[in-house]
């Protein structure tokens, strides 16, 4: 049984791009949230999707966004990339029912360095 | 704003002896704190929890303390075990709300 897959490992990109991550949560997780971890700091929420719909979303602005798709998986948008976007991106699932926050199960994280 | 505080980076100790990891918070809304252990290139995985209601959670070598009065939360590993080295997490939040706040973490290194 795959846990939760996250792809790019790693992604250089240049300030004011855009990029794209992708996540594939744990067999049998409905529900993705994706985190943003900077060097030397615990990972931030950023948002959490749910049915294809963003529910809850952290302080992150409008720059970020995301989609969920039919088989659960998601992606992490980032648009006009600053200096300040460099971190590790950490997606995590878990399965609504049985939600809560100690049952979200996390991937390896997506590198993302904005040179 | 950072909510959530571990004021010590590292902690070394030698394999048998215990561990205490400690965190702080400033938001007395909080009301369930987890812990997370994350070793290099894998994402964190969940240790143990506690709610509010209560002041001590024990799973097997794994204990949690909650002092409320003090916003302070301690993670006691004994005995602990060069496997348990790794970067510990707290985290705390509203129950069942998905916007967990972290700490920075603390890397525990445990010595044979």
């Known amino acids: 049984d795959a846990g939760v897959t996250q792809s790019p490992t790693h992604l250089i990109k240049t300030r004011g791009q855009q990029v794209t991550l992708r996540c594939s949560p744990k067999?049998?997780?409905?529900?993705v949230s994706w985190y943003q971890q900077a060097l030397g700091q615990g990972p931030q929420f950023i948002f959490q999707?749910?049915?294809?719909?963003?529910?809850q979303r952290g302080n992150f602005p409008d720059r970020f966004s995301g989609h969920q798709f039919p088989n659960y998986s998601s992606e992490l948008n980032v648009n006009a990339l600053l200096l300040g976007d460099s971190a590790l991106y950490l997606c995590?699932?878990?399965?609504?029912?049985?939600?809560?926050?100690?049952?979200?199960?996390f991937g390896p994280g997506t590198r993302l360095t904005v040179l | 704003d950072q909510q959530v505080k571990q004021n010590s980076p590292s902690l070394s100790v030698q394999e048998g002896r215990i561990s205490i990891l400690n965190c702080d918070y400033t938001?007395?809304?909080?009301?369930?704190f987890l812990w997370y252990k994350k070793y290099p290139a894998e994402g964190p995985t969940f240790l143990i929890s506690?709610?509010?209601?209560?002041d001590k959670n024990e799973d097997g070598r794994f204990t949690v303390f909650l002092n409320k009065s003090a916003k302070h939360l301690s993670l006691h590993i004994v005995p602990s075990q060069p496997g348990d080295s790794a970067v510990y997490f707290c985290?705390?939040?509203?129950?069942?709300?998905?916007?967990?706040?972290f700490g920075a973490g603390t890397r525990l290194t445990v010595k044979p």
């Open positions: 995590a699932s878990s399965f609504e029912r049985t939600y809560s926050t100690d049952t979200q199960y």
């Open positions: 067999s049998g997780h409905d529900t």
């Open positions: 999707y749910y049915e294809e719909e963003e529910r």
């Open positions: 938001n007395s809304m909080f009301d369930y």
């Open positions: 506690i709610s509010s209601i209560k």
């Open positions: 985290a705390a939040s509203l129950i069942n709300n998905n916007d967990m706040r």
